[in-house]
Nanobody
Framework: QVTLVESGGGLVQAGGSLRLACTAS????????MAWFRRAPGKEREIVAS????????YYTRFVKGRFTISGDNAKNTLYLQMNSLKPEDTAVYYC???????????????WGQGTQVTVSS
């Protein structure tokens, strides 16, 4: 069983930065495929970034590539999402997710955090 706890959301002005953190328990970060998803109001949940830390090249959706960075700290068993140059359209609830699989499809992320709200004002 894997438990994920997120932190770091909040309110920020456009152009600002936030860092989200997701601490995993039950399995080591390096044994999991990890991802950040988000759900904006009125929209479906979408994947933002994913990685199997530290061995794989990260994936980013084109909407955040160049602005967001996914990374991990094995000693803290924590996944991060550094979000820079934030835009109002980045406003969403952000979720950390984990899968035991390697390069899993989105449907196989079966461990989820509680979500953290990110609001970007214009």
């Amino acid at each position: 069983q894997v438990t994920l706890v997120e932190s770091g959301g909040g309110l920020v002005q456009a152009g600002g930065s936030l860092r989200l953190a997701c601490t995993a328990s039950g399995r080591s970060l390096s044994s999991l495929s990890m991802a950040w998803f988000r759900r904006a109001p009125g929209k479906e949940r979408e994947i933002v970034a994913s990685i199997r830390w530290p061995t794989t090249t990260p994936y980013y959706t084109r909407f955040v590539k160049g602005r967001f960075t996914i990374s991990g700290d094995n000693a803290k068993n924590t996944l991060y999402l550094q979000m820079n140059s934030l835009k109002p359209e980045d406003t969403a609830v952000y979720y950390c997710a984990a899968s035991m699989g390697i390069f899993p499809p989105r449907s196989e992320y079966n461990y989820w955090g509680q979500g953290t709200q990110v609001t970007v004002s214009s």
